[in-house]
T-cell receptor
Framework: NAGVTQTPKFRILKIGQSMTLQCTQD?????MYWYRQDPGMGLKLIYY???????DKGEVPNGYNVSRSTTEDFPLRLELAAPSQTSVYFC????????????FGPGTRLTVT | GNSVTQMEGPVTLSEEAFLTINCTYT??????LFWYVQYPGEGLQLLLK?????DKGSNKGFEATYRKETTSFHLEKGSVQVSDSAVYFC???????????FGSGTRLSIRP
């Protein structure tokens, strides 16, 4: 099992550019999440999904979009990159709610200049 | 609302010292409680968990006991190592909840 994989590992964007952060899990988990972690800070939830075709906003959704067409994939789209989106982005998955933990990917470090 | 409060860091200890990182929560009902660890440059990984009152989670020498009467889940280790240097996150999740509520994290540094 690869677990949760994220690509790319690093990316530098210019202001106004767009990109998609990829996230794939091979554990057949229903729940998937996107977080951002600013330097020295905790996690903030951007979007999450409880199954294919279902997505919902987290704490900080502005400037991002997601889709969930399959159980495995949960890409995060940045349409017009801004310096405030410089952060490390983590994708996570979980089989169910309740006592089940989340499994995290290794992260994508994004810099917007 | 539901929340998790952790002791502020950074915490700096010498190798072989005793570690306690405090975590308290505000919640109704009976959530599951977790400790996650984030090593430098990596994603979070589960360290231990407890799913009901008085349960003790343990892993890699770390322990935490689910105390409902004090709404706490303090992380302890008897003798820390340099390799324990990381950021530790306390978290809770309800049985019906999609989301996990994370604390703000505590950075731990261990001196040789």
């Amino acid at each position: 099992n690869a677990g949760v994989t994220q690509t790319p590992k690093f990316r530098i964007l210019k202001i106004g550019q767009s990109m998609t952060l990829q996230c794939t899990q091979d554990m057949n988990h229903n729940y998937m999440y996107w977080y951002r972690q600013d330097p020295g800070m905790g996690l903030k939830l951007i979007y999450y999904s409880v199954g294919a075709g279902i997505t919902d906003k987290g704490e900080v959704p502005n400037g991002y979009n997601v889709s969930r067409s399959t159980t495995e994939d949960f890409p995060l789209r940045l349409e017009l990159a801004a310096p405030s989106q410089t952060s490390v982005y983590f994708c996570a998955s979980s089989p169910q709610a309740g006592e089940y933990e989340q499994y995290f990917g290794p992260g994508t470090r994004l810099t917007v200049t | 609302g539901n929340s998790v409060t952790q002791m502020e860091g950074p915490v700096t200890l010498s190798e072989e010292a005793f570690l306690t990182i405090n975590c308290t929560y505000t919640a109704t009902g009976y959530p599951s409680l977790f400790w996650y660890v984030q090593y430098p440059g990596e994603g979070l990984q589960l360290l231990l968990k407890a799913t009901k009152a008085d349960d003790k989670g343990s892993n890699k020498g770390f322990e935490a006991t689910y105390r409902k009467e004090t709404t706490s889940f303090h992380l302890e280790k008897g003798s820390v190592q340099v390799s324990d240097s990381a950021v530790y996150f306390c978290a809770l999740r309800y049985s019906s909840a999609s989301k996990i509520i994370f604390g703000s994290g505590t950075r731990l540094s261990i001196r040789p």
